[in-house]
């Protein structure tokens, strides 16, 4: 039995570092074994510095199994604790390493979205040559895994579609692309670009870049065809690679579906037209997401007001949303 917790400011006086690593990688490893090794340490060691902090907690941190060590409730804050105070200190590091060698730091950002990809880029190379002495990473994931690292303090920001996923206490957000319209491209020569009107039918019956399962395009182009009763488009590739997509349109005579902010760039590169035809739906905004708990990068903090500020310019953002 651990005994009552102490005050606060003493439970503080007595914490240290090496407690927090030994929790973090206790959590990760859920094996005192698996920790001393990772730690260049005793397995009793370890055992020790647990028994230290559960003490100074007045609480156990972890279930003791056959099939490793879980958790409790208590050992669950711990751990988001440790897990900020570590990335806190990591960018502290970053800081004092950028200052050291005359950078302005670093960003890491991701996307899961497409329809923002044309004009990320373009954000990243303008931030980029106005501040050449930051580093910036763009790195992929699941967005699960992107969530995850927006807790750990890994990931700076996150453009991507609002999603219910991003409900979480310690996760901000803010719009940086309106909702767009929905619109169908097709190749240059392609047929249908010489008809007044097309109707549904007529699109069914062509071969297209069919959006991947799943994705909110296809859904969208689902939805579409339902609502006037005509049978899905089937004939074609299915890709949701943009790259693979505009050399399909450049190929041979394909259809595809994209928000209009992607059409408008394909259409200024002569890679494809926009069809006359109103698929009456539209894509969600696009925000930028971020882990209000941790203190922000300096160079991301300033990323983020580019974009936006870039953004509201371009037209893309209505600015009373924000």
């Not at 559960?54 to 804050?77: C, D, K, N, Q, S």
Request: aromatic share 6%; proline share 5%.
């Amino acid at each position: 039995m651990h005994p009552v917790v102490a005050p606060m400011h003493a439970l503080l006086s007595r914490l240290k570092l090496r407690h927090l690593r030994i929790v973090l990688a206790l959590s990760e490893q859920r094996s005192a074994a698996k920790v001393a090794i990772q730690s260049h340490i005793s397995p009793a060691a370890v055992s020790k510095t647990l028994a230290e902090i559960e003490e100074i907690v007045g609480m156990e941190l972890f279930e003791r199994g056959r099939r490793g060590m879980h958790p409790t409730e208590a050992g669950r804050e711990v751990i988001q604790g440790a897990t900020l105070v570590r990335a806190q200190l990591l960018r502290m590091a970053e800081f004092v390493e950028a200052a050291r060698e005359g950078t302005r730091g670093q960003i890491t950002i991701a996307y899961r979205t497409l329809s923002v990809q044309p004009f990320l880029a373009q954000a990243v190379c303008a931030f980029h040559d106005a501040n050449p002495l930051v580093g910036i990473s763009v790195v992929e994931g699941a967005i699960g895994d992107l969530i995850d690292q927006l807790a750990e303090g890994e990931l700076d920001l996150l453009f991507a579609y609002e999603d219910p996923r991003f409900e979480r206490p310690e996760l901000f957000s803010t719009p940086v692309v309106d909702g767009q319209e929905v619109v169908v491209v097709a190749s240059r020569a392609h047929p249908l670009l010489s008809q007044k009107k097309v109707t549904a039918k007529d699109l069914s019956e062509q071969q297209w870049c069919l959006p991947a399962h799943g994705s909110r395009l296809q859904h969208h182009l689902d939805a579409s065809f339902q609502a006037s009763n005509t049978p899905l488009p089937t004939r074609g590739v299915r890709t949701s690679d943009i790259a693979m997509t505009t050399n399909l349109l450049l190929s041979a005579n394909f259809l595809a579906i994209f928000s209009i902010g992607i059409a408008s760039q394909l259409v200024a590169a002569n890679v494809a037209k926009v069809l006359p035809f109103s698929l009456a739906s539209r894509v969600e905004p696009v925000v930028a997401v971020w882990n209000g708990v941790l203190k922000p990068r300096t160079a991301a903090k300033s990323f983020l007001e580019f974009v936006v500020r870039r953004a509201t310019e371009a037209g893309i953002l209505t600015p009373d949303l924000r």
